[in-house]
C-alpha cells in the first residue's frame, strides 16, 4: 500500500513548483485572494449610506435619485443637488454608523445650507440655516448607531463634510465608508466590512505586481541569457536598486515632485477612454502604462469595493505610479548593460551600468513618476537595436527600432531629437540596396504605425492635434530662455554644456577624459558612433530650436556619455603604467559619484518638510488653523491638521487669521513681480504684525558631495533643475495671543 506524503514532502514540492512557475504561481495568489475578497464583500455588504434626492412637497414633491452613496463628498453632494434641475432638492442619508470605542465624540456637518443629523432617533446637529456652526460633543456606546443626515432643500452644493474627531488630535476628519452601512449587521458582518477595503487593496497591490511580472519577464529573460552575473554586476544592479527605492516615499501625495503624473490626471484620461479629444502636453504613451496599472483598482472601484476616491486610494495610486518608473529605470540599466556589452564588451558592463544610475538627475527620477525614468528606458533600448541593425542588418532588429524609437517619442515629444541624424545614418548604410531599403521600410512602417496607436489617432484625431498645437505654441514658446540670435545660440550651447557637466559631475568628467583615446573605440567603430550622433542630433535638432534647457533634458546624453565613463573606467583599472596609483583613482572617482547620487536620496530622506510636520505636530493645539498661500503644494503635508488657503497679502491674511503660516521661502521667490506678495513677506519677516516666525529650517548636509554643489547651498531655487526643489528653506509664522 502507498504511502500518503507527509506534510513537509507536500511543502517541499508547492516550494519546486513555485520556483518553476513564479508568475503563475503570483497570479494563483491574486486569484484566489481576490475569491477571498469577494466573499469578504458579501459578508461585509456595501459601504456607505442610502441616499435619496427628492423635490420637497411644497415644490411638486417627486423622487429624483435612491442608491447607495458609498463615499459622502462636496463633489457628489453637488452633482445630486443639481438634480433638481434649479428646484431646490432635498438630500437625505440614512443606514447605521459602527462605533469601536464607547466615548465622547465631536461630531458636525459642514454645510452651506440647512443640515441636520439624527442619531438613534435624536437630533444631535443642526447647522442652523448653513452657518458655520461648531461641532458638538456627543457620548456614543459601542455597536452600530442608527443615523439621518438630511442636507437642504438645495440647487447645488459648495460645502459639505460629515466629520468626526476619530481621535485626530488636531482636527475633525470625514467619516469614512468603512464604518457606514445602509444596513443593520451584526458584529461579524461590521468586522468584514471594516476589513475588506484593506484586503481590496492588498489585492490590487498582488495584480499589480502580476502585471509587473508579465513586463519585466522578457527583459529578465535577456539579462539572464546575455549578461554575466559576475558579482560586481550582481552589486552593482543591487546597489542601484537600493538607490532607486530610497527615498521612493518622498512627499507622497502632496505633490512636492513637479510634474509627476498625478492620480487624478490619469483617471480623467481614463474616463474619456484616451479619446473624446482628451490631450495633454505629454504624450499619452506613459499614461497608457500606468492606466493599466491602475486597472485592478479601477476594476474594484467598478464593484464598489473600494473608490478610487476614497482615502488612501490616491497614497496607492500614487505608490503604484513610482514603482512602474523604478521598475523602468531598472530595465534602462539592462539596455545599458546590453549596449556597453554589444559595443565595448564584457567587462565594461558594471561600470557603464553604474555610471548611468550615478549621473544626476538619474537616481531623482527613477523613483518618481514623472516621464524621464519611462522615456530614457524605451531610448536605451532603441539604442541597443539601432546598434544590432547597424551592424548586422537583421529585419527583427529594424521593426524593435521602430516600435522603441516611436514607444520613446510616445512617451515625451522632444526624443525626436535623438533620431533625426541616426536615421540619415542608416539612410547612408543601408539606401544603397534592396534590402536596406526593405529594413529602413520596416522600421519607419512600424515606428509611424506605433506612434499612429500611442496618438489614438484613429479614434482621437482632435487630441492628437490639439496636442500638436500646444507642444509647437504655449507649450514651447513661452519657455524660451535665450534669443534665436548668434548670441543667445552661444549662451544656450554654454549653458547646455555646464547643465551636462553638472549631472555627470567632475568625477564623471575625470572617468571620461581617462578613456579618451582607449583603443576599444576603434575596435567598435563604427557602430560606437551611432551613440555620439543621437546626442548631437537632439541638441542641434531640439535644444537648439526651443531655446531652453534643464538639467533632466540631458539626461539620454549623460546616458551615453555613462559608455564613455565606462571606458575610463576599465582603462584605470587595467592599466599597468600606475598599478596601484590608477585603480585607486578609479575607485575614489566612482565613489564620488555614488556619494553623489546618495546624497540626492539624503536630500529627500531628511527633507526640511518631513522636520516642520514634526514640529507642527508637537506645538499646534486642537482646531488651530495653519495657513498656506495660494497652495499646499511644495509644503509640508498639512492635511492631518485643520488647514485653510490664504492670499499672499497683508488683507488676505489678516481676514483669514490663521493662527500658523508656513511658508516654503525658496518657491516663495516667485512673488519677485507681486508687489502685493512682496509687502507681504516683509511684513512677516518684520514682526510688525501679529504674526512672528517661530522656525526656520533647512536641512543640512555639509558631510555629503552636495556641499560642493552651489545649486543646493544657496537657499535659491535654480531655474535647470528640479533636484533642489527637495529640502528647501521653511518657515513657520505663529499669531500672537
Not at 458636525?108 to 443642526?126: I, K, M, Q, T, Y
Not at 505608490?319 to 531598472?330: C, G, N, T, W
Not at 584605470?572 to 546624497?599: K, V, Y
Not at 555639509?702 to 560642493?708: E, Q
Amino acid at each position: 500500500m502507498a504511502r500518503t506524503p507527509d506534510l513537509g514532502a507536500r511543502v517541499s514540492s508547492a516550494i519546486r513548483a513555485v520556483r518553476r512557475h513564479p508568475l503563475l504561481s503570483l497570479a494563483a495568489l491574486a486569484a484566489l485572494s481576490t475569491l477571498a475578497v469577494a466573499l469578504l464583500h458579501r459578508m461585509g455588504g456595501p459601504p456607505g449610506l442610502l441616499l435619496t434626492v427628492s423635490i420637497p412637497a411644497e415644490n411638486g414633491g417627486r423622487l429624483l435619485h435612491t442608491g447607495i452613496d458609498d463615499i459622502l463628498t462636496r463633489q457628489n453632494t453637488e452633482r445630486m443637488a443639481m438634480l433638481g434641475g434649479g428646484t431646490p432638492a432635498l438630500l437625505r442619508w440614512n443606514g447605521y454608523l459602527w462605533v469601536a470605542d464607547a466615548r465622547e465624540y465631536e461630531v458636525r456637518v459642514a454645510a452651506d445650507v440647512p443640515a441636520r443629523l439624527w442619531l438613534n432617533g435624536h437630533v444631535v446637529f443642526d447647522s442652523q440655516g448653513g452657518r458655520d456652526v461648531p461641532p458638538k460633543r456627543i457620548r456614543m456606546r459601542r455597536g452600530q448607531q442608527l443615523i439621518e443626515i438630511t442636507y437642504g432643500p438645495a440647487t447645488r452644493s459648495t460645502r459639505f463634510a460629515f466629520e468626526w474627531d476619530d481621535e485626530n488630535p488636531y482636527r475633525l476628519t470625514a467619516v469614512p465608508g468603512t464604518v457606514l452601512s445602509p444596513q443593520s449587521r451584526s458584529s461579524t458582518q461590521w468586522a468584514a466590512h471594516r476589513l475588506a477595503p484593506a484586503a481590496t487593496a492588498a489585492v490590487c497591490a498582488l495584480w499589480f505586481a502580476v502585471l509587473c511580472a508579465v513586463a519585466v519577464a522578457p527583459v529578465w529573460r535577456l539579462a539572464r541569457r546575455e549578461l554575466r552575473w559576475t558579482p560586481a554586476l550582481t552589486m552593482t544592479f543591487t546597489g542601484c536598486a537600493v538607490l532607486f527605492v530610497l527615498g521612493a516615499w518622498w512627499g507622497g501625495t502632496a505633490g512636492w515632485a513637479p510634474d509627476e503624473m498625478t492620480p487624478g490626471y490619469v483617471l480623467q484620461a481614463m474616463q474619456q477612454h484616451f479619446g473624446q479629444g482628451w490631450y495633454d502636453r505629454y504624450p499619452p504613451g506613459h499614461v497608457y502604462v500606468i492606466g493599466l496599472a491602475y486597472l485592478p483598482l479601477a476594476a474594484a472601484d467598478s464593484l464598489r469595493w473600494l473608490s478610487v476616491h476614497a482615502p488612501g486610494s490616491d497614497a496607492i495610486m500614487v505608490a503604484e505610479a513610482r514603482v512602474i518608473s523604478l521598475v523602468m529605470a531598472m530595465a534602462a540599466l539592462v539596455g545599458v548593460g546590453l549596449l556597453a556589452k554589444r559595443t565595448l564588451g564584457e567587462k565594461y558592463v558594471w561600470p557603464a551600468v553604474l555610471c548611468t544610475a550615478a549621473f544626476l538627475p538619474f537616481t531623482f527620477y527613477a523613483k518618481l513618476a514623472n516621464v524621464e525614468s519611462p522615456y530614457i528606458c524605451w531610448f536605451t533600448w532603441s539604442l541597443v537595436f539601432l546598434v544590432a541593425l547597424y551592424e548586422h542588418g537583421r529585419l527583427r532588429d529594424a521593426v524593435a527600432l521602430g516600435v522603441t524609437a516611436a514607444a520613446t517619442v510616445g512617451t515625451k515629444d522632444q526624443a525626436y531629437g535623438l533620431y533625426v541624424l541616426p536615421a540619415v545614418a542608416l539612410l547612408w548604410r543601408f539606401g544603397r540596396s534592396r534590402h536596406g531599403w526593405m529594413l529602413l521600410a520596416a522600421g519607419a512602417g512600424s515606428s509611424v504605425i506605433t506612434l499612429a496607436l500611442i496618438f489614438n489617432v484613429l479614434f482621437n484625431y482632435q487630441g492628437f492635434r490639439d496636442h500638436l498645437t500646444m507642444i509647437s505654441g504655449p507649450a514651447s514658446t513661452g519657455y524660451r530662455m535665450f534669443p534665436a540670435t548668434p548670441q543667445g545660440s552661444a549662451t544656450l550651447l554654454v549653458a547646455t554644456t555646464g547643465q551636462l557637466l553638472s549631472g555627470i559631475g567632475v568625477a564623471g568628467l575625470l572617468l571620461i577624459l581617462a578613456g579618451v583615446g582607449a583603443p576599444v573605440y576603434r575596435r567598435a567603430w563604427p557602430a560606437v558612433m551611432l551613440l555620439p550622433l543621437s546626442a548631437v542630433s537632439y541638441y542641434v535638432t531640439f535644444i537648439a530650436v526651443v531655446g531652453y534647457v534643464y538639467d533632466r533634458f540631458l539626461m539620454p546624453v549623460s546616458t551615453i556619455l555613462a559608455l564613455s565613463a565606462a571606458v575610463g573606467v576599465r582603462r584605470l583599472l587595467d592599466t599597468d603604467r600606475f598599478p596601484r596609483a590608477a585603480p585607486a583613482m578609479a575607485a575614489l572617482l566612482l565613489f564620488w559619484l555614488i556619494g553623489r547620487a546618495s546624497a540626492v536620496d539624503l536630500l529627500m530622506v531628511r527633507d526640511s518638510r518631513v522636520y516642520v510636520e514634526d514640529w507642527l505636530a508637537s506645538h499646534v493645539k486642537r482646531h488651530e488653523t495653519v495657513g498656506a498661500p495660494n497652495q499646499y503644494v511644495y509644503l509640508p503635508r498639512l492635511d492631518r491638521f485643520r488647514r485653510e488657503l490664504i492670499f499672499p497679502s497683508i488683507p488676505g491674511t489678516m481676514a483669514a487669521r490663521p493662527d500658523y503660516i508656513v511658508l516654503n521661502r525658496e518657491y516663495s521667490d516667485r512673488y519677485a513681480n507681486d508687489p502685493d506678495a512682496q509687502a507681504w513677506m516683509i511684513w512677516l519677516d518684520s514682526g510688525t504684525g501679529p504674526y512672528q516666525e517661530v522656525l526656520r529650517y533647512k536641512s543640512s548636509f555639509r558631510w555629503t558631495p552636495l556641499a560642493f554643489d552651489r545649486r543646493f547651498t544657496d537657499r535659491v531655487q535654480d531655474p535647470f533643475t528640479n533636484l533642489d526643489k527637495a529640502n528647501p528653506e521653511m518657515s513657520v509664522f505663529r499669531r500672537r495671543e
